[in-house]
């Protein structure tokens, strides 16, 4: 049986969680708020950082690249044209590049910050971080999304999914981090239409619908959140 | 053929040369300075980061993990007892989880800071953000670096490599860091003996000879940078 350490504000947590749903995979999810550093967790995870997975109380499987590899290693090498990562090492590269940009780039250069100064200060401690949201950070994270929104809606315009003909992790990786800044109604889709329609898709999928019902204390979702045509 | 666009002082771009020398691939070195954003090189990569390989100028493989993986694919699987990611899936995500770790944490924390003020602030152009080093961001990469050594130093004493008992990509990423933290003698060797003798070990390896024969324009390396009895 699979655990999850995750958050559902973690977009990392997310990408893992959405592989997991697409292949069917029942687990145990367990919700962590990394910023208080619990000892145990600290154990499983010495950086601190979403998701960690176990597989049967076996050692943590850290972070979501390193977890959506096992899962290919375990999972996805049964699963024949449902399979999330090509089997051509140049196309595996491709879905790789763009599953470390949206995990890495976006989220470092966005979602954190929003993430951060919108929903995680309101529930730290003064001690852990908490306090009023930072406005220039907000700002800053908002310049940086419009690039990226642009990039995204290059990528849905010219290829059928966003790595290539299939869907794969790359679309998952950008799913979890969009479907967190939807959630804070952080997205101008309407200026973005390839990335609307491509996110549409997406939405719709079983996979997603775990994430849709989710919500964090005191911050209700903009309305069309749950919406699959919005 | 490979091509690698590289720098000399990028630990991400050194890892890759660490793994191609361990397999004893040639490859073509090309020296890129990504702060000019070559247009040239922002088409094979839109993030401007280091390193990218090419195979017989294929699609880009865009950086140090991507790369890894694809060198694993194509060449790893083929080595035996001398492939730098073990087989079994669980051995594998903490090989992954370490190379992370000095590839993502300790590069942001504590390398990539150093090396922007001492190093790339020299070659930049003020419009590109050269100028004078801020020690602030200094001193708080030093204080980084010091949790880092003690968490590789306890790695070295637990373990016959940082990964278990083998060579592996953890060894090559965590060399690459600190053959650029040494080169600029920002390591406390005596503090942490454990991790010096991984260090004179790794240093001894014929992989790692054509990074010591490197220089920095203007900026020589500590006396005992070559040295593999320090």
Known sequence: MLKLHHHPMSAASRFVRLVLGEYGER??????????KRRDFLALNPAATLPVMLEDDGPAIVGATVAGEYLDETRGVFQRDKRLLPEKPLERAEVRRLTEWFLGKLDSEVTRYLVRERVFKLEMSADAGGGPPDASAIRAARANLKHHLRYLGWLAESRDWLAGPRLSYADLAAAAELSILDYLGEIPWEKEPAAKDWY?????????????????????PVHHYVQLDF
């Open 200 to 220: 549409m898709r997406i939405k719709s999928r079983p996979s997603f619908r775990p994430l849709l019902t989710e919500r964090v204390r005191g911050l209700p």
């Open 27 to 36: 687990a145990e999810y367990l919700e962590e708020r990394p910023w208080e």
